[in-house]
């Protein structure tokens, strides 16, 4: 009830990307029930026009690219958000662990993360994926790890404001083992900042995943997320056949409606504990 | 003069950790590719070689040794300059490296001439008309073509200006012995992609950079005494606001050398990101080695330039309390 009341005094732009981030899920969801035909199915020629049996056309092999492109969206969202789930688990448990700890543990996690943040995302995950195949897990893996790496940035210094505070040295002068004061303490008041990241973690997974499957070493043929998709429609751009702009304008459409969100999040949160929103 | 000793000191300081940092990530390179008991010997001979012939190149690639052996040789040769040769064809790595890395500067460097002022102009000019319908429009822009993904915009742009009004080829295909002007013709998708890629953070700081600045007491002064709005902001703002915005252009300098790798791939231009996701899918392992060194000794480089240009434009982080 309370979250329809806020949704009701969302900005336009909030309601609208809240509105196709619950789309996107739904097509997901349900991708299985609502793809006319089946996606690996060839069904008829090659990069057919947009028709009333077709509602995009076919792809470079002759399949239904509307049911790949519903099929790719389940795909791309169930790995990104998989990824994003492993890296905040990791990255704030870390983070915390850093801040609470403190000392040696703090600096070993620290300067390695600063080495694995020195490295580009892109070329690190090009290095792993030259002798690790491109499995769906260890896709989830890599991107989950690297991206854990600015999950423990942003975990740590918020924890470490936390960590000062008088009801975590109440703890500690209890006698709390770490366990208890990262998760019972620290994480309930961490969770806000943490959520309103969350949102931008999860589209830089889904832009990430599209980019190393547009380079041909994400998912792996006849699947495809909406990067594969792209990849295997794009030597028909060039002939003026629109099949790749398709997966391609779902991810920016994506990108926009999460953006929206997090934005209206982001200044809900920020007005929640008082300080001034849209900095 | 205690100052510039303690400005050599912060210097030498931020140049000792970045080499320590290159060092990490060299050694991250190494073992990110060692993780797997995989053989690169049964890599090139394949699933049918003799037990004998394995053996062989295992010595000869020097696979008997343990690991830190190994890196420590790596290292030693990447340091000269020597990448060793590539395990699909033999090539010298270095010198297929030399010519794509050019190629990729020569990439980067046009889109960074045609990005960074453009967006400083333009951060200005949203500064000058800010809350105008200007500053708004402008705003939008960025914020639009940051959320966009650089593949969609590239295929856009493809589809719009390459395949529909022909005024430009889809691909960006170089050889040598081509004049200049047609290198930059060739390569005027890819520049103006990467242009849009990496514009709306440096205009967007430039803007804030400035309208920070402009709240200052001394401009309010200057405005007061009479100088003209142009004389403000280039003789009293500017040279204030230089330090933030030249380190966010060196960041998006850095981002720029990465994010050419997908924009490579889309144009078929003959850089160093098309070669090493070339040879990702062959499981050439050193070349992908030589390519991530050199990419990221190239981001860290310029990170550290940017450290320093802060540094020294802006006393006050050399006296760190």
Redesign the interface.
């Known amino acids: 009830m309370k979250f329809l009341n806020l949704v009701r005094k969302a900005p336009l732009s909030a309601q609208l990307g809240l509105l196709l981030c619950a789309a996107f899920t739904l097509v997901a969801a349900l991708a299985h029930w609502i793809a006319p035909f089946d996606s690996a199915a060839i069904v008829g020629d090659v990069w057919m026009p947009i028709s009333t049996k077709h509602w995009l056309g076919t792809d470079n092999l002759g399949r239904d690219l509307m049911s790949r492109l519903i099929q790719g969206t389940q795909t791309t969202l169930v790995i990104a958000g998989l990824a994003t789930i492993l890296s905040f688990t990791l990255g704030s448990v870390a983070g915390f662990v850093a801040s609470v700890a403190g000392g040696w543990v703090d600096m070993a996690l620290s ?1 390695a993360v ?3 943040m ?3 995302t ?3 995950a ?7 195949p491109s499995t769906v897990p260890v896709l989830i893996l890599v991107m989950g790890i690297l991206d854990s790496t600015r999950v423990y940035r942003l975990a740590r210094a918020v924890a470490m404001d936390i960590n000062v505070m008088d009801f975590v040295e109440a703890a500690r002068l209890r006698g709390e083992k770490t366990s208890w004061i990262v998760f019972r303490e620290i994480l309930p008041n961490a969770l806000t900042p943490l959520v309103s990241e969350l949102g931008m973690r999860f589209i830089f997974a889904v ?1 990430f995943l ?2 190393l499957s ?4 994400g998912v792996q043929p006849p699947d495809a997320d909406w ?1 594969g998709l ?1 990849k295997e429609n ?1 030597e028909g ?4 056949i ?1 099949a ?2 398709a997966p ?2 779902a ?2 459409l994506l ?2 409606a999460v ?1 929206l969100v997090a934005d209206w999040v982001l200044n809900l949160t920020s007005n929640v504990r008082g300080e001034q929103g849209n900095v | 003069m205690k100052a510039n000793a303690s400005l050599v000191v912060l210097v030498t300081q931020r140049l000792v950790l970045g080499l320590l ?1 290159l060092l ?2 060299s050694m ?2 190494f073992a ?2 060692q ?2 008991p ?1 053989d690169p010997a049964q890599a090139i001979l394949g699933q049918s070689a003799t037990p004998e012939a394995l053996a062989n190149m295992r010595k000869e690639l020097g696979l008997n040794e343990p690991a830190p052996v190994r890196y420590a040789r790596w290292l030693g040769h990447a340091l000269t300059g020597d990448f060793g040769k590539a395990l699909s064809n033999g090539q010298d790595i270095s010198t297929a490296l030399g010519k794509r890395l050019n190629n990729t500067l020569f990439l980067a460097g046009c889109a960074a001439l045609v990005a960074v002022p453009l967006a400083v102009f333009l951060g200005l000019v949203a500064a000058r008309f800010r809350n105008t319908w200007v500053d708004k429009t402008l705003s939008t822009i960025g ?2 073509t940051t ?3 650089e ?2 915009v590239a ?2 742009l ?2 719009l200006l ?3 009004l022909q005024w430009f080829s ?1 691909m960006s295909i170089i050889f040598e012995g081509m004049t200049l002007w047609e290198r930059l013709d060739a390569i005027a998708l890819p520049v103006m992609v990467l242009t849009l890629a990496v514009m709306a953070h440096m205009m967007r700081m430039t803007r804030a950079a400035i309208l920070n600045v402009m709240q200052s007491a001394y401009i309010e002064t200057a405005e007061l005494k009479g100088l003209s709005e142009f004389q403000v902001v280039v003789r009293h703002a500017l040279p204030n606001a230089l330090a933030p915005i030249v380190n966010v252009v060196l960041l998006n300098l850095a981002y720029l050398v ?1 994010g050419v ?2 924009i490579e ?2 144009f078929v231009y003959p850089g160093m990101g098309q070669y ?2 070339d ?3 062959k ?3 050193p070349v ?2 030589a ?2 060194m050199v ?2 000794s190239i ?2 480089g310029l ?1 550290i330039v940017a450290d320093i240009v802060g540094i020294v434009a802006n006393p006050r982080l050399r006296h760190p309390k």
């Not at chain 1, 547009?214 to 070493?217: A, D, K, R, V």
């Open positions: 300067r600063d080495v694995l020195a490295i580009p892109l070329i690190f090009l290095v792993v994926l030259s002798v690790f832009l599209s980019a547009f380079l041909g070493l990067g792209v794009k751009i060039v002939f003026g629109p790749g702009l391609a304008a991810i920016a990108t926009i953006n | 940092l990490g990530v991250l390179i990110g590719t993780l797997l995989g914020l639009a959320a966009l993904p593949f969609f295929y856009i493809i589809f390459a395949v529909k889809s990465v790798i997908v791939v889309i090493m996701v040879h990702v899918a499981r050439d392992v992908v080695q390519c991530g990419f990221a981001y860290i990170n």
